[in-house]
């Protein structure tokens, strides 16, 4: 029996995990290229929307690690149930939205939805689908994530041009409704007893990422609002490290310190922190910079995305045999440094430049970026024994929607301040220089983030499952 034939009982379920990655993925992306005109309605300068964004990364980020808890204590059926409607209802919220607060606050109720879709459905399928037959229904559900982010900057272009900013959250109501109905047909109802929660850790982490992120994004305001950010900084600082106390006396603590005792683990976490931090802030910069700066309208920003998500999707085939030849070691630190200096380079793109110079500037972006993602993902979980693969993917996955966070939140700071230091947001000269100060930065710490990967072994063993778990990253 072949795979396809195998995987008919659960073909259902999995159509519905599918769908669920597609318009998370989708919604992670479609906002980017509406921001101006979000702006221009609601009465903000289109370098301050990050708050859209990084409102929603956060909140997914921070609610993570409660998500496999919820399911095992209420069911996989109930949790993505509601996770299903939290998330239309946030999209409902968000194309109502009559100001720029009220639209933060939907998409924080969207990622509230969304914190739950992904790791709930993974979960599902991990523990319905045999084992036998698991890899082929991962590669089944990831896809539509792969395909999300390819669409999603277009879609969102040309929704803007020939309807309007709203109908971007809009689309997201009738795929929700139809989802709702799905999971109460579809969805297996599964839990397992669980022990106590570790609330106290959970809620240093919180606040860690919570404060961390508001102190970056804090780098955009002025005046008083430095103290402000300063005192959010030290705070976030002060609970991450007394999580750390905490988890290393605690019988059962959220994430074991003992994930990190695993070597490759250990640097390809942090790794991924640092790493993403440029990678998170490209897709909201580009967008903004082809719109704001460049003059392109929104249909045609969305469909210069389209050259990094194909370059992305391709790029992921040459990772096994990179690694197989060189080792991760080699691989991650000179990609790395090829990463930060083709950021960088963006700020180099002038006005009129030849299109064709822009797409091959835009799928060289994609591949090595595309690279970096699937080789550190494949680094981090490498080595990691059965009992710790639960936390130590649950920790993963909040490491990266939190560095996506970190990483929105400090491009737009960043783009602020310099475009506050050249002399305003309107002129395009003066933007295009903040554009080309904060690109420089961004390539810059992604670039020194190399020497945390010259810390691993030259080891070449790289598991083909590993590698198909970390498609979505």
């Given at each position: 029996?072949?795979?396809?034939?195998?995987?008919?009982?659960?073909?259902?379920?999995?159509?519905?995990?599918?769908?669920?990655?597609?318009?998370?993925?989708?919604?992670?992306?479609?906002?980017?290229?509406?921001?101006?005109?979000?702006?221009?309605?609601?009465?903000?300068?289109?370098?301050?929307?990050?708050?859209?964004?990084?409102?929603?990364?956060?909140?997914?980020?921070?609610?993570?690690?409660?998500?496999?808890?919820?399911?095992?204590?209420?069911?996989?059926?109930?949790?993505?149930?509601?996770?299903?409607?939290?998330?239309?209802?946030?999209?409902?919220?968000?194309?109502?939205?009559?100001?720029?607060?009220?639209?933060?606050?939907?998409?924080?109720?969207?990622?509230?939805?969304?914190?739950?879709?992904?790791?709930?459905?993974?979960?599902?399928?991990?523990?319905?689908?045999?084992?036998?037959?698991?890899?082929?229904a991962m590669t089944f559900v990831t896809v539509p994530g792969l395909i999300g982010p390819l669409i999603g900057p277009t879609l969102g272009g040309w929704l803007v041009d020939v309807a309007s900013w709203p109908w971007i959250f809009l689309i997201n109501l009738p795929l929700g409704l139809?989802?709702?109905?799905?999971?109460?047909?579809?969805?297996?109802?599964?839990?397992?007893?669980?022990?106590?929660?570790?609330?106290?850790?959970?809620?240093?982490?919180?606040?860690?990422?919570?404060?961390?992120?508001?102190?970056?994004?804090?780098?955009?305001?002025?005046?008083?609002?430095?103290?402000?950010?300063?005192?959010?900084?030290?705070?976030?600082?002060?609970?991450?490290?007394?999580?750390?106390?905490?988890?290393?006396?605690?019988?059962?603590?959220?994430?074991?310190?003992?994930?990190?005792?695993?070597?490759?683990?250990?640097?390809?976490?942090?790794?991924?922190?640092?790493?993403?931090?440029?990678?998170?802030?490209?897709?909201?910069?580009?967008?903004?910079?082809?719109?704001?700066?460049?003059?392109?309208?929104?249909?045609?920003?969305?469909?210069?995305?389209?050259?990094?998500?194909?370059?992305?999707?391709?790029?992921?085939?040459?990772?096994?045999?990179?690694?197989?030849?060189?080792?991760?070691?080699?691989?991650?630190?000179?990609?790395?440094?090829?990463?930060?200096?083709?950021?960088?380079?963006?700020?180099?793109?002038?006005?009129?430049?030849?299109?064709?110079?822009?797409?091959?500037?835009?799928?060289?972006?994609?591949?090595?970026?595309?690279?970096?993602?699937?080789?550190?993902?494949?680094?981090?979980?490498?080595?990691?024994?059965?009992?710790?693969?639960?936390?130590?993917?649950?920790?993963?996955?909040?490491?990266?929607?939190?560095?996506?966070?970190?990483?929105?939140?400090?491009?737009?700071?960043?783009?602020?301040?310099?475009?506050?230091?050249?002399?305003?947001?309107?002129?395009?000269?003066?933007?295009?220089?903040?554009?080309?100060?904060?690109?420089?930065?961004?390539?810059?710490?992604?670039?020194?983030?190399?020497?945390?990967?010259?810390?691993?072994?030259?080891?070449?063993?790289?598991?083909?499952?590993?590698?198909?778990?970390?498609?979505?990253?």
């Amino acid at each position: 029996m072949n795979a396809s034939d195998s995987l008919r009982p659960y073909r259902p379920m999995l159509w519905l995990v599918a769908t669920a990655v597609f318009m998370q993925m989708l919604d992670t992306t479609i906002v980017n290229t509406a921001l101006p005109a979000m702006a221009r309605d609601l009465g903000q300068s289109p370098l301050r929307m990050q708050a859209v964004v990084f409102a929603y990364a956060l909140t997914v980020a921070m609610l993570i690690p409660a998500s496999g808890w919820l399911s095992d204590r209420f069911g996989t059926r109930r949790v993505f149930f509601i996770a299903v409607l939290v998330f239309t209802a946030g999209s409902l919220a968000c194309a109502l939205a009559p100001s720029f607060n009220w639209l933060v606050a939907g998409r924080v109720v969207q990622g509230i939805g969304g914190a739950m879709l992904l790791p709930v459905g993974r979960l599902a399928v991990l523990r319905t689908v045999p084992r036998r037959d698991f890899l082929a229904a991962m590669t089944f559900v990831t896809v539509p994530g792969l395909i999300g982010p390819l669409i999603g900057p277009t879609l969102g272009g040309w929704l803007v041009d020939v309807a309007s900013w709203p109908w971007i959250f809009l689309i997201n109501l009738p795929l929700g409704l139809a989802g709702a109905v799905a999971t109460l047909r579809w969805m297996p109802d599964l839990r397992v007893a669980v022990a106590g929660f570790d609330l106290v850790g959970y809620l240093l982490l919180a606040f860690a990422m919570l404060a961390i992120s508001l102190s970056l994004d804090a780098l955009s305001g002025q005046g008083s609002n430095r103290g402000g950010s300063l005192v959010l900084l030290i705070g976030g600082l002060v609970a991450l490290a007394s999580y750390w106390l905490h988890a290393a006396r605690s019988p059962a603590p959220l994430f074991p310190l003992s994930l990190f005792r695993v070597r490759t683990y250990g640097v390809g976490v942090i790794g991924n922190l640092f790493a993403r931090l440029g990678s998170g802030g490209m897709p909201y910069l580009i967008p903004l910079l082809l719109q704001v700066a460049l003059g392109y309208p929104a249909a045609h920003a969305g469909m210069m995305m389209i050259p990094i998500a194909a370059a992305a999707m391709f790029s992921k085939h040459i990772v096994v045999p990179l690694v197989r030849r060189f080792g991760y070691r080699q691989v991650l630190v000179v990609n790395t440094v090829l990463t930060g200096l083709v950021m960088a380079s963006f700020a180099l793109i002038e006005p009129g430049r030849p299109l064709a110079l822009h797409v091959a500037h835009f799928a060289l972006f994609g591949a090595v970026n595309s690279v970096q993602f699937t080789a550190m993902n494949t680094l981090t979980l490498r080595d990691l024994g059965g009992e710790q693969a639960s936390a130590g993917n649950s920790l993963l996955s909040m490491v990266m929607m939190l560095a996506v966070s970190l990483g929105v939140a400090a491009a737009g700071g960043l783009l602020a301040a310099f475009s506050g230091a050249a002399g305003g947001d309107g002129d395009a000269a003066p933007v295009l220089t903040a554009f080309r100060w904060t690109f420089l930065c961004v390539g810059t710490v992604t670039a020194i983030s190399s020497v945390i990967f010259a810390q691993i072994g030259d080891t070449r063993r790289i598991p083909d499952q590993v590698v198909e778990a970390s498609e979505t990253g």
